[in-house]
Nanobody, 123 residues
C-alpha cells in the first residue's frame, strides 16, 4: 500500500508558475506508471500528464508545452512543473499511481493509489 502526499498548490496570476510535489511512502513509485490528474469544478477528473516506469512522459493537449512531469526516484517524489498558467488550469490536482503497471493504462480506473489533492487557482 502506498501513501501519497501532495504539496505545492496555491493561488497565482495568469502567466505565473507553480510546482506540485507528490511524495510516496510504502513502496517505490518510480517503477510504476504515475500521473497527475485534475478536476475542475463541475467537471470530471482527467489526466493531464503521465510518466511510465520507462520514463516516457505523455501530456494532454491542454497542457503540452507548459507543464512538465518528472520524478526524483531517490526522494520517491513526483513533480509537476506548471508554467504559463491560465485561468482554465484552475482545478484540484491529484497525483496517482497505477500499482503493478510499468506502462500506463488507458483508464483512470487502474490507478489504485491517490493523493489527497491540492487546489490550484489561477486568476
Amino acid at each position: 500500500h502506498v501513501q501519497l502526499v501532495e504539496s505545492g498548490g496555491g493561488s497565482v496570476q495568469a502567466g505565473g508558475s507553480l510546482r506540485l510535489s507528490c511524495t510516496g511512502s510504502g513502496d517505490t513509485l518510480s517503477r510504476y506508471c504515475m500521473a497527475w490528474v485534475r478536476q475542475a469544478q463541475g467537471k470530471e477528473r482527467g489526466e493531464i500528464a503521465t510518466l511510465d516506469g520507462y520514463d516516457n512522459a505523455v501530456y494532454a493537449d491542454s497542457v503540452k508545452g507548459r507543464f512538465t512531469i518528472s520524478k526524483d526516484s531517490a526522494k520517491n517524489t513526483l513533480y509537476l512543473q506548471m508554467n504559463n498558467l491560465k485561468a482554465e488550469d484552475t482545478a484540484i490536482y491529484y497525483c496517482a499511481v497505477a500499482g503493478g503497471w510499468t506502462s500506463c493504462p488507458n483508464n483512470l480506473v487502474y490507478f489504485n493509489e491517490w493523493g489527497q489533492g491540492t487546489q490550484v487557482t489561477v486568476s
